[in-house]
């Protein structure tokens, strides 16, 4: 029998299945998050409207959630802005540091459950390569390179868009985007081997997502890492 590919073996080794109710949480969790997004979309407060700077978005949804949580059923720690850095014991020094948009921090789950949420706004129109760029030189690659989720195995893309009616446009963008063989090569994409694809949009490890990647991080030392992309709206779809 062929050993399994480096596509599939991602989030298959014994630390990840012996966690008991690890992948169900991360899915309870997401479900929350995106639950939460459209309650607050009805009555958007100002800090989270989308001419708003994504920390300002970010840190008001993100202690939003933080307040909400235990009340929908999600026993964990959300935080905003949550300071991350490895320290390098020889020199004494910090090293691979960043600050995350959000992170869910578990509190009953052994091992304990750490994963990222990274934000990125999107421009539909004018701007658009440009907020691809970021999403995949600031936002992707900042989790590719192990500065985010250092030790675990997954972690969350969010694209704001301005409007419901902006979603398909932003999300085939960004599809294209993260496909370009320059970006594959900079991101470490690891290819489907049946479809020959970076992508997946079927058979999704978490279904709150719209699609899935797979970035390889031996040369960090770590173990590969699947990336989940989310899109959320700031306005509802135009009748």
């Known amino acids: 029998m062929n050993a399994p590919s480096r596509f599939h073996q991602a989030l298959s080794d014994e630390h990840w299945a012996k966690a008991f109710g690890r992948q ?20 958007p407060p100002s800090d989270m409207e989308f001419r708003q700077s994504e920390p300002h978005i970010t840190k008001y949804f993100g202690l939003s959630l933080k307040k909400s949580a235990r009340a929908n059923g999600i026993f964990g720690f959300f935080v905003p802005e949550h300071v991350v850095a490895d320290i390098d014991e020889v020199r004494q020094v910090l090293e691979s540091r960043g600050r ?3 992170t869910f921090l578990s509190d009953r789950i052994d091992p304990p459950l750490e994963f990222v949420l990274e934000f990125k706004k999107m421009k539909a129109q004018t701007g658009a390569n440009a907020s691809r760029l970021a999403y995949c030189r600031d936002g992707m690659s ?3 390179d192990a500065v985010y989720a250092r030790d675990e195995e997954v972690g969350f893309m969010v694209a704001l868009v301005a ?11 960004l599809k294209r985007a993260i496909q ?11 290819t489907n081997p049946k479809g020959k694809t970076t992508l997946t949009t079927n058979d999704l490890a978490f279904d709150a997502c719209d699609f899935e990647t797979r970035h390889a991080r031996d ?19 135009t009748a």
């Open 180 to 190: 370009q063989p320059d970006m594959t090569r900079l991101l470490r994409s690891i």
């Open 24 to 43: 169900a949480t991360i899915q309870n969790v997401l479900e929350f998050v995106l639950a939460h997004w459209q309650q607050l979309q009805k009555r």
């Open 163 to 173: 409007s419901e009616d902006d979603l398909p446009g932003v999300i085939d963008g």
């Open 219 to 237: 040369h960090k030392g770590q173990k590969d890492v699947v990336l989940g992309h989310i899109a959320l709206a700031h306005q509802p779809r």
């Open 142 to 144: 900042r989790f590719v």
């Open 100 to 102: 995350t948009d959000i």
